[in-house]
């Protein structure tokens, strides 16, 4: 099954892929993980990428997009895949269609949660990120075991500056700009699938499980 999430900021792709790719074994493909595992590793397109962001810049989707083609070319991703955080744009969409044609993968689905903003901002402003390890907390829906300390590493956890309720609102009203080229594109394939993910995290897994069966 190969599944690509898509939906604005915090709507739950992240957790929603992760848990979708435990359930159906297949990989994760979350384009913030390949960027901070090719800065870990020191490789060439990692130091190209932290010397953008030394420099407070965003990463170019050229870049990105060589990350992505290695990543694609991987053993894993034959069994399947989810792949959350990309594409953003119609242009990264074309782009990820060429890496999708070179290694011969067929998407099965392109699933959108929608969430409103009131539920969006009522996730990421309780939202917690781990200093060291970058886990996921929540204020009121999932708390960390002792108060500002990650459960898996012991280090402190934060709130993101651009997780407060301004910011996310004008963080939405940019998303909606960007993807709405890039909804109707994938509209027009077939394959697109919305979801409420306003709803329970466990009863929108099920939802897009389903899909699969």
Not at 93 to 100: D, H, M
Request: aromatic content about 6%; glycine content about 8%; overall charge positive.
């Amino acid at each position: 099954m190969r599944i690509i999430l898509l939906g604005p900021p915090g709507a739950g792709k992240g957790t929603q892929a992760k848990a979708l790719a435990e359930k159906l074994k297949v990989a994760h493909i979350s384009t913030g993980d390949i960027l901070r595992q090719n800065v870990k590793e020191g490789t060439a397109l990692g130091k190209e990428a932290k010397d953008y962001m030394e420099r407070g810049l965003l990463v170019p989707d050229e870049l990105m997009a060589k990350m992505l083609k290695k990543r694609f070319s991987l053993a894993d991703v034959k069994g399947g895949f989810i792949l959350d955080g990309y594409p953003r744009n119609l242009a990264q969409a074309k782009t990820l269609e060429e890496i999708f044609l070179l290694e011969g993968i067929e998407v099965d689905w392109i699933v959108y949660l929608d969430s409103s903003e009131e539920v969006i901002i009522q996730r990421l402003s309780g939202r917690l990120v781990c200093s060291k390890c970058q886990a996921n907390y929540h204020i009121k829906n999932m708390p960390p075991k002792k108060e500002g300390i990650c459960d898996k590493c012991g280090s402190v956890l934060y709130q993101r500056s651009d997780d407060k309720a301004e910011t996310i609102k004008k963080r939405l009203e940019v998303y909606r700009k960007e993807s709405a080229e890039l909804i109707d594109y994938y509209k027009d394939q077939g394959k697109f699938q919305r979801l409420d993910a306003d709803s329970e995290a466990s009863l929108v897994l099920d939802q897009i499980a389903a899909l699969a069966k």
